[in-house]
């Protein structure tokens, strides 16, 4: 089993729509977690943390639930340049150990 | 801009050949990456650093190495290139806790090993 798991879409939404994903780790001692945009060819750039009590930022919605181990993504109101992979990352660290995994990554297509 | 570059940004090499990838910061961070991303395997992590020649081994790092001989630099190198090889780099750098750990990337760099 991965340590973070995404669906990988693609998720195919007309401009407008809402839109949703959630993502999966296993390691029960992550503190942190984040989601990261990535446009075809380009680095990955952070979106937004993800805070326990949720986070909003915009049209974006971020949600982590620890009992479940998952945090979750909400666009509203979807726009064309929201088209991109979004990914999922957690991290945990301890001592010298600073790591980040990352999920492979859920594609977005807003059609017009 | 979160002060990073990587170099060079595209390379093609012959297998069998050494190949080093050069990451370059002016932040000062103590947390430097290096990951591969390929289809289907997200990124992963081959080395990483947390400190000036203090560098640890990650998940896919056999036929790797490292090396950190400064805080602004942290090299990667193909000891002999293989076509399994064949990835875009790309380099991490991690900020402080007042930035919440967050992880910021370079460019990345495109080898091809033919």
């Known amino acids: 089993r991965k340590e973070v798991e995404q669906d990988p879409g693609p998720f195919n939404v007309p401009e407008g729509a809402t839109v949703a994903f959630n993502c999966t780790y296993s390691?029960?001692?992550?503190?942190?977690f984040f989601w990261y945009r990535q446009d075809c060819r380009k680095e990955p750039k952070l979106l937004m943390s993800v805070y326990s009590s949720g986070n909003e930022d915009g049209r974006f919605t971020a949600q982590l639930n620890r009992a479940s181990q998952y945090i979750s993504l909400l666009i509203r109101d979807s726009k064309l340049s929201d088209s991109a992979t979004y990914l999922c990352v957690v991290n945990y660290y301890g001592g010298a150990t600073n790591k980040l995994i990352f999920g492979t990554g859920t594609l977005l297509a807003v059609q017009p | 801009d979160a002060g990073i570059t990587q170099s060079p940004r595209h390379k093609v090499t012959e297998t069998g050949t050494p190949v080093t990838l050069r990451c370059h910061q002016t932040?000062?961070?103590?947390?430097m990456y290096w990951y591969r991303q390929d289809p289907g395997h997200g990124l992963r992590l081959i080395h990483y650093s947390y400190g000036v020649k203090d560098t640890d081994k990650g998940e896919v790092s056999d036929g790797y190495s490292v090396s950190r001989s400064k805080t602004e630099d942290f090299l990667l190198t193909l000891e002999s290139a293989t076509s399994s090889q064949t990835s875009v780099y790309f380099c991490?750098?991690?900020?402080?806790?007042?930035?919440?750990?967050?992880?910021?990337f370079g460019e990345g760099s495109w080898l091809t090993v033919v």
């Open positions: 991490a750098i991690m900020g402080d806790r007042s930035n919440g750990n967050t992880i910021y």
């Open positions: 932040e000062n961070h103590r947390y």
């Open positions: 390691n029960s001692a992550s503190q942190s």
